[in-house]
């Protein structure tokens, strides 16, 4: 069994500064696709960033030049720095990441719990 563990969020005002992080824990031997989506009130989940086993990047437009993902394999850990924050990126923030079975080529996708990110205006 593999657990996602988020930390990071909080309340920021705008133009500042979070960095959440997952970290995963339990039977793994690598990790695949590791990123982030988030929600806000009454609006549909969004993908915000992804980073590969090999390190290719992927952002949503609005995250684009603010937000940057990053992984440590030896951790098993990803993080979003998050630059330039507006009100609009006001959501709870979930990390994924996919995982094969131990001796396997299946991939299993895990979830984090979700942080709350809340930009004040």
């Known amino acids: 069994q593999v657990q996602l563990v988020e930390s990071g969020g909080g309340l920021v005002q705008a133009g500042g500064s979070l960095r959440p992080s997952c970290a995963a824990s339990g039977s793994i031997s690598s990790i695949a696709t590791m990123g982030w989506y988030r929600q806000a009130p009454g609006k549909q989940r969004e993908s915000v960033a992804t980073v590969t086993s090999g390190g290719t990047t992927n952002y949503a437009d609005s995250a684009k030049g603010r937000f940057t993902i990053s992984r440590d394999n030896a951790k098993n850990t990803v993080s979003l720095q998050m630059n330039s924050l507006k009100p609009e990126d006001t959501a709870v923030y979930y990390c994924?990441?996919?995982?094969?079975?131990?001796?396997?080529?299946?991939?299993?996708?895990?979830w984090g719990q979700g942080t709350q990110v809340t930009v004040s205006s």
């Open positions: 994924y990441m996919y995982v094969p079975k131990l001796g396997s080529a299946t991939l299993t996708n895990y």
